[in-house]
Structures are given as C-alpha cells and as structure tokens.
C-alpha cells in the first residue's frame, strides 16, 4: 500500500485536501467543507464566534 514513511505521508496529504478541498459532503448541503466554511465566513458579524477557533503553538 505504501512504499515508505514519506509515501504515505504525501498519499495522506492528498486525501487530506480532496476530502476537505474537493469532495462535497451532504451534511454540509452537498458543499465541500472549504465553500461551507465561506459561507459561514460571510455571516459571521452576525454570530460572532460561530465558527471554531484554532490554536496555534
């Protein structure tokens, strides 16, 4: 299935962005997670902190 470390880790990375860039999702109304993410983006003012935060170390 994979070759080495390195392979399975650019193979992850890939699925990774297809499956959060690409693959629409029908929880999120048949958006992919990026558009979803927009559009909560533009509403925002209107529900501050409605979206999830992430930390950064």
Same mark, same amino acid.
Request: aromatic share 10%; glycine share 6%; net charge negative.
């Given at each position: 299935?994979?070759?080495?470390?390195?392979?399975?880790?650019?193979?992850?990375?890939?699925?990774?962005?297809?499956?959060?860039?690409?693959?629409?999702?029908?929880?999120?109304?048949?958006?992919?997670?990026?558009? !979803?993410?927009?559009? @909560?983006? $533009? *509403? #925002?003012?209107? !529900?501050?902190?409605? @979206?999830? $935060? *992430? #930390?950064?170390?």
């Amino acid at each position: 299935m994979f070759d080495s470390l390195e392979d399975a880790r650019r193979k992850l990375a890939l699925w990774r962005y297809d499956y959060n860039n690409v693959r629409p999702h029908s929880s999120l109304g048949n958006q992919t997670p990026a558009e !979803a993410r927009r559009t @909560l983006e $533009q *509403f #925002e003012g209107s !529900a501050p902190g409605a @979206l999830a $935060q *992430f #930390e950064t170390q």
